[in-house]
């Protein structure tokens, strides 16, 4: 459906508008899942569109996922007047500005005949607490431009596509499966990092924010870092009374010294050890890495002997060896255990 909001023009763009939802992780629709979201649109009428932007509300059931913009297949930054695309964390939604000429600024140009496409996509909630008040998501997109020629200012919003016509209804997707109790939790962070990301996906359906009121001054975006200890909500404002906050407890602890020669390399990367560098049984590979050395620990799997790794954990006991006193290299005692 086309509106107009001044005169009628003999010249006007008109723009045919679909938009479809992909389960990205398959099969039917669970909590938990990711859905992208596609909306394709055209140029059906005799005039070129200017400043043509599409802008999607993010339902209000599910959380956008993180840096998946996308105009034409090429990925766009979630920074606002960087590219063409951003989201709108205040608002809540993507904004695409589409066409020849499109900047960071405002929409570009769509000639008659022209088309494209944008996605994104979003995390289904998980939680039983939103699942069981509310596991429909419904989505519609919008799309706002003006006459070249006739100077009109348009909108239209996008449909389905249902036996090959495209229906003026939005995407409506349901949920069906088992929902997890998502509660309080505790985040640290793992050394060598000092920050802490917070696990959007398991927070489908929540908005993130550093304190009470939850409003748009204490809203946190949830890409950006935790650099230091605090504590941040996840709340659902749900309709009627279901609301749900969960506590999110972010610790962020110091790292000891792991770069004993100050070069700027960790030493569980330089190996500061003879005994990792050398060739127990002359095959070539230094053991390190040899799997025919005699004593082999991997619990991280990560190819390196746990026992020449101080950011593993070589004994299993939970404490990072370059935390745990028993860890040979820190006692530097011909690599036995300290006494």
């Not at 999110?248 to 330089?270: K, L, S």
Request: hydrophobic share 35%; charged share 15%.
């Amino acid at each position: 459906m086309q509106v107009s909001t001044t005169a009628i023009s003999q010249y006007t763009p008109s723009f045919n508008v679909s938009k479809g939802a992909t389960d990205l992780n398959g099969g039917l629709l669970n909590p938990g899942d990711s859905i992208r979201y596609r909306v394709d649109y055209s140029n059906g009428g005799n005039d070129a569109s200017t400043a043509t932007t599409i802008i999607d509300n993010i339902p209000s059931n599910t959380t956008y996922a993180p840096n998946s913009l996308f105009i034409n297949g090429v990925a766009k930054t979630d920074a606002v007047g960087d590219d063409e695309a951003e989201y709108d964390l205040v608002n809540n939604r993507v904004v695409f500005r589409i066409g020849t000429g499109a900047t960071g600024i405002i929409g570009g140009e769509v000639a008659p005949a022209a088309s494209g496409y944008v996605t994104f996509k979003v995390f289904t909630p998980s939680s039983c607490a939103i699942f069981s008040c509310n596991n429909t998501i419904t989505n519609r997109a919008r799309i706002n431009y003006g006459g070249k020629l006739s100077g009109i200012s348009l909108y239209d919003s996008s449909g389905v596509i249902a036996a090959g016509c495209n229906t003026p209804n939005p995407v409506i997707n349901t949920m069906s499966g088992t929902c997890s109790n998502v509660s309080d939790t505790i985040l640290i962070n793992t050394c060598p990092s000092l920050t802490v990301r917070i696990p959007v996906a398991r927070y489908g359906g929540y908005r993130f924010y550093t304190g009470f009121p939850f409003s748009i001054a204490n809203i946190y975006n949830p890409a950006t870092p935790v650099t230091f200890t605090r504590v941040i909500y996840a709340f659902y404002d749900g309709p009627g009374a279901c609301d749900d906050t969960i506590r999110i407890n972010v610790y962020i602890a110091g790292c000891p010294d792991i770069d004993d020669d100050r070069d700027g390399i960790p030493d569980y990367v330089e190996m500061n050890n003879p005994l990792a560098l050398g060739d127990h049984n002359t095959n070539g590979i230094p053991n390190w890495a040899d799997p025919a050395y005699p004593v082999l620990v991997d619990n991280n799997f990560d190819g390196f002997n746990d026992w020449f790794d101080p950011g593993a954990d070589a004994d299993n006991d939970g404490i990072p060896n370059f935390y745990d006193v028993r860890f040979p290299w820190i006692c530097r005692f011909k690599w036995r255990w300290c006494r």
